[in-house]
């Protein structure tokens, strides 16, 4: 009689997985992280799973564990894998108990397929007449994030006379994992300061695309005004 409340457990667990899953999880992952699709998310992002468990059998299930998995590729239910757990209390017959988790995708995480599993009964401390049907997972979607930076480059000249030029060359890159569309990089030439204000903007090029690991070479030169003031500029 026990085992057949558990049973009934686990397949009420199965269908509601199966006919919910996918609209209560868009409409979690919409609220977190702005995306229309509930299986799209980036490194850095929360996830928050939800799963209803309910004693559709005669008798009182015991009280339990539930653990969860994060995997590329493939569901593990193994502990390197092991990310967190949730413990569920004993069930009388027709309660239900709603068990939450966040999750927050590691932000070095390369794009791909992952698997976010959940384990019934993980520790199987409940006798069942079969303890493989206690194993469910949601799928995402991690993507890539671009990642621009430049470390300077050289200019040609640190003193200058007013009306002179300056000429200056960077190199941008992209570190990231995941194509970068193309964009611009400003110049400012501003007195004693660095606020990248409009006002000081002096140029601009164009740059990209770039792909992960890229780099591409920019130049600009820069004649100094004939009014300029003596002192230390940006």
């Not at 068990?99 to 384990?119: I, K, M, R």
């Not at 019934?120 to 990642?147: C, F, K, M």
């Not at 060359?169 to 204000?197: C, I, M, P, W």
């Amino acid at each position: 009689q026990h085992q057949r409340a558990l049973r009934h457990l686990v397949t009420h667990l199965d269908l509601d997985f199966a006919d919910h899953a996918g609209g209560r999880r868009g409409h979690i992952h919409r609220r977190l992280v702005g995306l229309e699709s509930d299986q799209r998310v980036f490194g850095g992002d929360t996830v928050n799973a939800v799963v209803n468990v309910k004693n559709r059998g005669g008798a009182t299930a015991s009280a339990s564990h539930l653990f969860y998995y994060f995997k590329k590729d493939s569901s593990a239910f193994t502990n390197p894998y092991k990310v967190g757990e949730d413990s569920v209390g004993s069930l009388a017959p027709n309660n239900t108990e709603t068990e939450t988790f966040a999750y927050t995708v590691p932000t070095d995480a390369s794009p791909g397929t992952y698997y976010l599993s959940f384990w019934l009964d993980a520790n199987q401390v409940v006798g069942e007449s079969s303890e493989d049907n206690n194993q469910y997972h949601w799928t995402i979607t991690v993507l890539g994030r671009p990642d621009l930076m430049s470390s300077g480059g050289p200019i040609d000249t640190t003193t200058v006379a007013p009306g002179g030029r300056v000429n200056a060359t960077l190199t941008v890159q992209n570190q990231g994992n995941a194509s970068a569309g193309a964009h611009k990089v400003y110049y400012y030439f501003e007195k004693d300061d660095r606020t990248y204000r409009a006002s000081v903007k002096v140029g601009e090029d164009s740059t990209g695309p770039l792909s992960a690991s890229a780099s591409e070479e920019e130049t600009f030169g820069y004649t100094v005004p004939v009014n300029a003031t003596p002192g230390k500029y940006f």
